[in-house]
């Protein structure tokens, strides 16, 4: 009964997303307020039907209802509880279900929290959001409909894929869909204001905390993802330049982009038709993603396998949306004059430069992902775009951009001049210079890789702090400290997310440069070296767990005789769903983890044991979650609280009265 | 039960990825190997190095790449053997040749594009700031208006 309702909930609230798509717009059209007031409740209303549609699938999976074709597929009575729930959105249908619960949970806060834009703003932000509601609704009902009944119910499930059953990989889905789905409302705000023909200052202190919540979610989603990939995978892999990686990536790319032209908007009035246009591109990018994803042309490590009929139904939606959306940007984006001037050398300039290495590495990681697919269909060739591409025509960018970025953060707007813009930085270079020479001295022999991402991370960790210092203004030094509390929100975001850059940019050098490995076959009570530890193999032993067996090793670390840790690194099969999985065992540290993997049996009794000594490697994601830190610094700013009461905002002009 | 699940579980276990006994014992050779392999593809597998991957086949690869080491081929012989046999697919990193040139030039293109298109943008709004200076024309037949004016 509870499903049958989920059911028919989710259809009504199709019914309910299109009466948001087409009252309100008409409503804005004719200034009919009676008509945009409809856009309110209609976004209340769907997320209430979906929240409920929700509840009642997490409802079948928690209760093991195999009648549901969907929990038979993906879930098994002896799986635990903790996984009965996130298997939810653990496969296609489940997950577009989430999607469109985000979607509709954006679109009821815009018309919560939106009670101060402009009336004809708002319901026209309200229709858009409504009509990417209506697309995906429709192609969640009928391409993928999670609520599907099977005839003869089996006596059990066949089980979530194991690699899923996994915290890290479990909260990793529900992030990326809050970033990829809240760049809609960024979309829904771009479109509005190309129908209405207006951009101010307002409107890109509006834009920005949407886009701000997005990107941040996505840092934390991606980083999820990238640390289950390093400790499930079995051999410490972080980033595989996989499509389904890069499809998360490029609207991490140019959402970072959209975060900081929309600042230019803000602030200098400037830049106004480009942010309108990384708005639209933006969401085209996650639209894009999930074709990627969903529909299997590429193959890839994580996709969903999938069906070629959802592929076109969601290319033509992207289809849609971004093509509808540039081609109104060509239309209207003329109107769009841009009021503050600056020059060349100033903080804009800056912001320019920062969004066109972001832009062009998006276009880059874009072509690469796509080009295996164009160079089949034009040129009849098959090949493969793989992690050496990708290292050598992205990199670079990010170079540049962290060469760069320490500078353009103290340049003063409008207009500027480096030498004396830079003089505070001095310090920060000298000290990044030594740090990169001693590191270069310190590994003599090895590749420039690791003196580069040392050199560029203290100059952005140290460029973050002169930045916050510098903003402390004159005086005792007592003062400036006791001034850095009063600092706004912002400003600390600000040093907070590049300071997190430059620490993940130092461990992804380091890591990849001095990761050391040691493959071999060890005896049961062998001890061998590896770096600077002594590694004992003391047991192997058949455990069973709730829904699987594993393989569990007992070894033990030492250094100098002292033991260090002794860990447990297993091998499991999942019976049910028939599938191995290795269980490397981690000892994060500080400045390295250990990483040991259990292999094979062999022939002459010993077992073959991988031992990793990578270090450097939590860095890479501390360095993301200190960058999402920043955003959500940023996101509790005061300014954006307090700006929609004050009335500098779009709110102001009255709707002229009939 | 319990034995047919690990008579099940020893089925299914994979061969791993690079095992023990297939190291060469000089430790430069092994270098080279590992660089090569982590460049090429596994061809059954979703996107992963022969280096990474569990499957038969990547093993199968990996031996060759060792065997030809062993047999003095040059790096790039080895990766050319490799792609006689299983085609351009195999390379991870695509081929600088034909068609494949607009991918590997479509970032510095773009850069340039992009760079030079915001650099024009960037003039002209300083440009706004500080007016250019008339040209002797302008500034004949402003004189020429104000005279007229006067």
Same mark, same amino acid.
């Given at each position: 009964?509870?499903?049958?309702?989920?059911?028919?909930?989710?259809?009504?609230?199709?019914?309910?997303?299109?009466?948001?798509?087409?009252?309100?717009?008409?409503?804005?059209?004719?200034?009919?307020?009676?008509?945009?007031?409809?856009?309110?409740?209609?976004?209340?209303?769907?997320?209430?039907?979906?929240?409920?549609?929700?509840?009642?699938?997490?409802?079948?999976?928690?209760?093991?209802?195999?009648?549901?074709?969907?929990?038979?597929?993906?879930?098994?009575?002896?799986?635990?509880?903790?996984?009965?729930? /996130?298997?939810?959105?653990?496969?296609?249908?489940?997950?577009?279900?989430?999607?469109?619960?985000?979607?509709?949970?954006?679109?009821?806060?815009?018309?919560?929290?939106?009670?101060?834009?402009?009336?004809?703003?708002?319901?026209?932000?309200?229709?858009?959001?409504?009509?990417?509601?209506?697309?995906?609704?429709?192609?969640?009902?009928?391409?993928?409909?999670?609520?599907?009944?099977?005839?003869?119910?089996?006596?059990?499930?066949?089980?979530?894929?194991?690699?899923?059953?996994?915290?890290?990989?479990?909260?990793?889905?529900?992030?990326?869909?809050?970033?990829?789905?809240?760049?809609?409302?960024?979309?829904?705000?771009?479109?509005?204001?190309?129908?209405?023909?207006?951009?101010?200052?307002?409107?890109?202190?509006?834009?920005?905390?949407?886009?701000?919540?997005?990107?941040?979610?996505?840092?934390?989603?991606?980083?999820?993802?990238?640390?289950?990939?390093?400790?499930?995978?079995?051999?410490?892999?972080?980033?595989?330049?996989?499509?389904?990686?890069?499809?998360?990536?490029?609207?991490?790319?140019?959402?970072?982009?959209?975060?900081?032209?929309?600042?230019?908007?803000?602030?200098?009035?400037?830049?106004?038709?480009?942010?309108?246009?990384?708005?639209?591109?933006?969401?085209?990018?996650?639209?894009?993603?999930?074709?990627?994803?969903?529909?299997?042309?590429?193959?890839?490590?994580?996709?969903?396998?999938?069906?070629?009929?959802?592929?076109?139904?969601?290319?033509?939606?992207?289809?849609?949306?971004?093509?509808?959306?540039?081609?109104?940007?060509?239309?209207?984006?003329?109107?769009?004059?841009?009021?503050?001037?600056?020059?060349?050398?100033?903080?804009?300039?800056?912001?320019?430069?920062?969004?066109?290495?972001?832009?062009?590495?998006?276009?880059?990681?874009?072509?690469?992902?796509?080009?295996?697919?164009?160079?089949?269909?034009?040129?009849?060739?098959?090949?493969?775009?793989?992690?050496?591409?990708?290292?050598?025509?992205?990199?670079?960018?990010?170079?540049?951009?962290?060469?760069?970025?320490?500078?353009?953060?103290?340049?003063?707007?409008?207009?500027?001049?480096?030498?004396?813009?830079?003089?505070?930085?001095?310090?920060?270079?000298?000290?990044?210079?030594?740090?990169?020479?001693?590191?270069?001295?310190?590994?003599?022999?090895?590749?420039?890789?690791?003196?580069?991402?040392?050199?560029?991370?203290?100059?952005?960790?140290?460029?973050?702090?002169?930045?916050?210092?510098?903003?402390?203004?004159?005086?005792?030094?007592?003062?400036?400290?006791?001034?850095?509390?009063?600092?706004?929100?912002?400003?600390?975001?600000?040093?907070?997310?590049?300071?997190?850059?430059?620490? /993940?940019?130092?461990?992804?050098?380091?890591?990849?440069?001095?990761?050391?490995?040691?493959?071999?076959?060890?005896?049961?009570?062998?001890?061998?070296?590896?770096?600077?530890?002594?590694?004992?193999?003391?047991?192997?032993?058949?455990?069973?767990?709730?829904?699987?067996?594993?393989?569990?090793?007992?070894?033990?670390?030492?250094?100098?005789?002292?033991?260090?840790?002794?860990?447990?690194?297993?091998?499991?099969?999942?019976?049910?769903?028939?599938?191995?999985?290795?269980?490397?065992?981690?000892?994060?540290?500080?400045?390295?983890?250990?990483?040991?993997?259990?292999?094979?049996?062999?022939?002459?009794?010993?077992?073959?044991?991988?031992?990793?000594?990578?270090?450097?490697?939590?860095?890479?994601?501390?360095?993301?979650?200190?960058?999402?830190?920043?955003?959500?610094?940023?996101?509790?700013?005061?300014?954006?609280?307090?700006?929609?009461?004050?009335?500098?905002?779009?709110?102001?002009?009255?709707?002229?009265?009939? | 039960?319990?034995?047919?699940?690990?008579?099940?579980?020893?089925?299914?276990?994979?061969?791993?990825?690079?095992?023990?006994?297939?190291?060469?014992?000089?430790?430069?050779?092994?270098?080279?190997?590992?660089?090569?392999?982590?460049?090429?593809?596994?061809?059954?597998?979703?996107?992963?190095?022969?280096?990474?991957?569990?499957?038969?086949?990547?093993?199968?690869?990996?031996?060759?790449?060792?065997?030809?080491?062993?047999?003095?081929?040059?790096?790039?012989?080895?990766?050319?053997?490799?792609?006689?046999?299983?085609?351009?697919?195999?390379?991870?990193?695509?081929?600088?040749?034909?068609?494949?040139?607009?991918?590997?030039?479509?970032?510095?293109?773009?850069?340039?594009?992009?760079?030079?298109?915001?650099?024009?943008?960037?003039?002209?709004?300083?440009?706004?700031?500080?007016?250019?200076?008339?040209?002797?024309?302008?500034?004949?037949?402003?004189?020429?208006?104000?005279?007229?004016?006067?």
């Amino acid at each position: 009964m509870i499903v049958e309702l989920g059911h028919f909930f989710l259809l009504l609230a199709l019914v309910v997303a299109g009466l948001q798509t087409v009252v309100p717009m008409i409503g804005a059209a004719r200034g009919w307020r009676g008509w945009m007031a409809l856009g309110e409740a209609a976004a209340t209303i769907q997320l209430a039907l979906l929240s409920f549609s929700f509840a009642a699938l997490t409802y079948a999976f928690v209760m093991s209802d195999f009648s549901l074709r969907l929990v038979t597929l993906n879930s098994h009575t002896l799986k635990p509880m903790l996984y009965k729930v /996130t298997g939810v959105w653990g496969n296609h249908e489940g997950s577009m279900l989430l999607w469109c619960l985000i979607l509709a949970l954006f679109g009821a806060m815009v018309a919560w929290f939106g009670r101060d834009l402009r009336p004809t703003f708002r319901a026209r932000v309200l229709a858009v959001q409504g009509s990417v509601g209506v697309a995906f609704l429709a192609f969640l009902i009928f391409t993928s409909n999670p609520f599907l009944r099977l005839e003869v119910p089996p006596f059990d499930g066949r089980d979530l894929n194991p690699l899923l059953q996994d915290p890290g990989l479990a909260f990793h889905p529900p992030f990326l869909y809050v970033g990829y789905v809240g760049l809609s409302t960024s979309f829904a705000f771009a479109i509005a204001a190309l129908i209405e023909g207006r951009v101010d200052a307002a409107w890109g202190r509006w834009v920005r905390p949407w886009t701000l919540l997005s990107w941040l979610t996505l840092t934390i989603g991606i980083a999820l993802g990238s640390w289950w990939a390093y400790y499930e995978l079995g051999w410490g892999g972080f980033w595989f330049w996989d499509p389904v990686e890069n499809a998360s990536f490029m609207p991490w790319l140019i959402g970072a982009a959209l975060l900081h032209s929309a600042i230019v908007v803000e602030k200098r009035e400037a830049l106004k038709a480009w942010t309108i246009l990384l708005a639209i591109l933006a969401f085209g990018f996650s639209l894009i993603g999930a074709f990627i994803v969903r529909s299997g042309v590429l193959t890839s490590v994580h996709a969903f396998a999938n069906d070629p009929e959802r592929g076109i139904y969601l290319l033509i939606i992207t289809g849609v949306f971004l093509g509808g959306g540039l081609t109104l940007f060509a239309a209207r984006s003329a109107a769009l004059e841009a009021r503050g001037v600056f020059s060349t050398i100033s903080r804009e300039g800056a912001l320019v430069v920062n969004n066109v290495l972001l832009a062009v590495s998006t276009f880059v990681v874009f072509i690469g992902t796509i080009w295996p697919l164009i160079a089949e269909m034009l040129f009849d060739r098959t090949l493969s775009v793989g992690p050496p591409f990708f290292n050598i025509a992205f990199t670079p960018f990010m170079v540049a951009l962290a060469a760069v970025l320490p500078l353009g953060a103290v340049l003063p707007w409008k207009r500027a001049r480096i030498g004396r813009a830079a003089q505070p930085l001095a310090g920060a270079l000298a000290l990044a210079i030594a740090v990169g020479a001693l590191v270069w001295a310190v590994q003599t022999g090895k590749s420039a890789l690791a003196p580069v991402g040392a050199v560029l991370g203290t100059w952005l960790v140290a460029g973050a702090a002169v930045d916050l210092w510098q903003r402390t203004g004159r005086g005792t030094l007592w003062h400036r400290l006791s001034r850095l509390t009063r600092i706004p929100r912002a400003d600390w975001g600000k040093a907070v997310a590049h300071g997190g850059f430059g620490i /993940t940019t130092f461990g992804v050098a380091a890591l990849v440069a001095w990761t050391t490995e040691d493959i071999r076959v060890a005896q049961i009570g062998q001890t061998y070296d590896a770096g600077r530890y002594e590694i004992t193999l003391l047991d192997v032993q058949r455990i069973e767990g709730p829904n699987y067996l594993s393989t569990m090793a007992e070894i033990r670390v030492e250094r100098g005789g002292q033991e260090v840790v002794t860990l447990f690194p297993e091998k499991r099969v999942y019976p049910v769903a028939g599938m191995p999985t290795t269980e490397a065992a981690i000892q994060s540290g500080v400045f390295r983890d250990i990483y040991l993997v259990i292999g094979d049996p062999q022939d002459n009794g010993g077992w073959t044991v991988r031992t990793f000594i990578k270090p450097f490697a939590n860095w890479i994601w501390a360095g993301a979650i200190i960058m999402a830190l920043g955003g959500v610094l940023s996101l509790t700013d005061r300014r954006f609280r307090v700006a929609a009461g004050t009335r500098k905002t779009l709110g102001t002009d009255p709707v002229p009265a009939e | 039960m319990r034995s047919v699940l690990l008579a099940l579980m020893l089925l299914s276990a994979p061969a791993a990825a690079l095992e023990p006994n297939e190291l060469l014992e000089d430790s430069a050779l092994e270098a080279r190997a590992r660089d090569i392999s982590q460049g090429l593809r596994c061809l059954v597998c979703r996107n992963e190095s022969i280096d990474e991957s569990n499957a038969a086949l990547a093993r199968d690869m990996r031996l060759v790449v060792r065997e030809r080491l062993l047999a003095g081929d040059s790096d790039a012989a080895v990766v050319a053997y490799i792609v006689d046999r299983y085609g351009e697919y195999a390379l991870l990193r695509p081929r600088a040749t034909g068609s494949n040139l607009i991918l590997w030039i479509a970032g510095p293109v773009m850069l340039i594009l992009a760079g030079g298109l915001a650099f024009g943008y960037l003039r002209r709004g300083g440009a706004a700031l500080a007016p250019d200076p008339l040209s002797s024309d302008e500034e004949a037949r402003l004189r020429r208006l104000l005279d007229d004016e006067g």
